[in-house]
């Protein structure tokens, strides 16, 4: 077992230059760990001369990541181009295609394209994993299909983009509107070329999908991620949820139930003492919660150079040990579609709206509430500002339809200036 | 892949319990997701006649435990007897020497004996893992010795004894005395028959030794574990630690330096609102810090029938699927014996004592501080109640050496009532 495991890397921003480091700084440490070196053999990235500030003379050059993926010296082909299609994907099949390994940080290419290449994997004896897709540094996927094997999981939460709970906690310490830490996040360089894959819900989405498959022995089914973004979210919302005792997160919740595949990424309320709710920054946090182990909570660094490239160097040690598993933690031909869910599980609900200085007009709102069967667990009314008074009600267990027959009814009274905003608060 | 894993189980108590009921009620999962059929073909335990609510009819019974271990119907001998010697070794040398694989969650057995019996294990092919042996439901083996393999660690900490932690909070909560709580903890079974081995810090300082050999490379160096217990933590400390901004657990720290390994196991004051401050009851944590992944948390259920058997068969299932470890992450025969550190890392303190009321009695202990080279970051005097004030002190970071002559010189000042008491505060 002397014999190098050498790995191909297509692609060389942050992600790929900390492959690098790691396996030039702690060669030693890792051939003591893995019982042989390894060893990069061939790069790919789109500019050549750009300065990385990593060596890179000793490597084979190609500017086709798919040329790198089928070398001969490759064992293991490392995708870290990103991009749901085009060139990580065609890599990434054809190394598949010729029998190598692949280990990828690439989420948009697994949700939308998992099954498949697992599938491919399988057909050609290679190994396919992505520890580094999924909440960075943290080792989730392994916790999930190796660490809890013997658990029949019954949900799993978590907050899996940073810039998302950045935004977020941002916005209630500095008491300033989404909008201007939305630009203050994008100067930093915290978002996506595209925000909206951050501030849209679409990337955590696609990590979420990812867990429900492990978790749930299912294939990956992106388009059945029930999304809502942060955009909306107000500071007013992010301070009143708070002196309610609860905090907003954009939250991943994946659950089996009865009536089919429940999963979600959208702004929650969480208990503000629960480990999800006391989460600052960019941290990310996985909740797995399974039978018979109970919850477990996972948290550490969700991005940067560093974490997930720990994450990566998790997939490629396996392979070195010469672990082999299924990249779902089953056979992906095994796999079962999901059914998604066709109601969503009752959970209380916030709500809160502006009331209209009338007589009478708090009770008409409890009365639309009652005449639904939405009861109310609590209720703030602050004092009025012009000819409104915010009022905040807090739910008790609800289905969704329920909630949103009360809205439109509230809706209707006319004692309401706007609309009301109503959040699901997840229990954790 | 069809052949059934074995598995021959020694120790019917909890968990053992626990591990029969996930392998009969969870057998199709287990199979589909291990591409096998996990069986039990024989167990053994000190009383047949027990009652136990699981049906052990359909598997050969053993009265012992070594003779289970040797057993050609045995593929796994899964060790749940506990005890650092007697029955529990000799049943795992035997399986080892029959070239059996074992699991086991016994800490204490490892924390003594885990080097010899890794290297016997190598030495016949075998796999001896040990999940269960630390944090029980949480993977937390499995996330230093494959989820962080790519990490150089540089430190590893956790609330390792849900025991310690329920007895710590809960005298906060309750405002009980320490021998109160003990008492308590007593009557609801959460003491260990010598309960030493839980509020001494020796039940958690084998977890933590086992965590050190993975994380440092080093062979298990139980003896090198500075342990203290929280037989002497009073309540005073406690609410004012809190008063301070700080929790006090019992909090297990290994981190290599330039002099060696630490080593400790004791109370310390860590931030109110960290994750490990935030820390309550029976639950357990660990924090991984590595680079390049920055800093891990994993929180979850430490004990009991269902996160312990959890955590057994996420071994099972590893070798289940054909995945095969060295038990401390790479080969025994490779460890390193530990330097143990000749002094230790630099800490702030937290002081607390009983200022006579005397002219100048706050400005001698301040001198005395001061002349040995220790500064004051926080310094709170309370009011005074009948002869005393208690002051507390929270010093900036200095050696435990220049520490201990500070506590000396203030002895010898003559203006303290009793000896004043001192507790780390970790950075985390």
């Known amino acids: 077992m002397t014999t190098p495991l050498r ?42 001369d750009k300065e990385r500030g990593i060596r890179l003379g000793d490597y084979a050059w190609e500017d086709d990541p798919v040329a790198l993926a089928r070398r001969d010296d490759v064992d293991v082909f490392v995708e870290l181009m990103g991009g749901a ?77 940073g810039t998302c709970n950045y935004i977020l906690t941002r916005m209630e310490h500095a ?18 070329a595209d925000p909206t894959l951050d501030v849209g819900g679409i990337d955590a989405g696609h990590k979420l999908a990812l867990l429900a498959s492990v978790a749930f022995g299912a294939q990956v089914d992106f388009a059945g991620v029930a999304l809502e973004g942060i955009e909306r979210i107000s500071i007013a919302d992010i301070e009143q949820a708070r002196d309610m005792g609860y905090r907003i997160k954009l939250l991943g919740v994946a659950q089996m139930t009865g009536r089919g595949l429940v999963q979600r990424m959208s702004p929650c ?53 010469g672990t082999r598993l299924s990249t779902f933690g089953q056979p992906a031909s095994a796999l079962a579609q999901a059914t998604p869910a066709v109601s969503s599980v009752p959970a209380a609900f916030y709500l809160r709206m502006e009331l209209q200085d009338k007589p009478g007009a708090l009770a008409k709102i409890a009365t639309v509430l009652g005449e639904v069967g939405v009861s109310i667990d609590r209720m703030r009314q602050y004092q009025h500002t012009e000819a409104t008074a915010p009022v905040l009600i807090v739910t008790h267990k609800t289905r969704r339809e329920a909630l949103d027959q009360a809205l439109a009814g509230m809706d209707a009274t006319g004692v309401l200036e706007g609309h009301p905003v109503a959040i699901r608060i997840e229990d954790v």
């Open 7 to 48: 790995l191909g890397i297509a692609g060389l921003g942050t992600v790929g230059a900390g492959v690098v480091k790691i396996v030039q700084r702690k060669a030693d440490l890792l051939a003591r760990r893995a019982g042989r070196p390894i060893a990069i053999t061939a790069v790919s990235a789109r500019n050549r």
């Open 85 to 161: 299609d085009g060139p990580a994907k065609a890599a990434a099949e054809a190394a598949i295609a010729a029998g190598r390994d692949v280990v990828t940080a690439n989420k948009a290419m697994l949700a939308h394209h998992g099954q498949d290449l697992a599938l491919a994997a399988e057909k050609a004896g290679a190994v396919l994993r992505f520890e580094a897709a999924v909440a960075g540094g943290i080792p989730v996927v392994k916790a999930l299909t190796e660490g809890l094997a013997g658990n029949e999981v019954t949900r799993v939460m978590g907050v899996m983009n």
């Open 175 to 192: 008491h300033l509107p989404y909008e201007d830490i939305f630009e203050e996040a994008r100067k930093l360089g915290y978002l996506e």
């Open 269 to 321: 309320l969480v208990p503000a003492d629960s480990p999800l709710g006391q989460l600052e920054g960019g941290t990310n946090m996985v909740v797995l919660e399974g039978d018979p182990v109970g919850q477990i909570v996972l948290r550490g660094a969700g991005a940067g150079e560093g974490p997930t490239a720990s994450a990566v160097m998790a997939d490629v040690m396996d392979i070195a040990r």
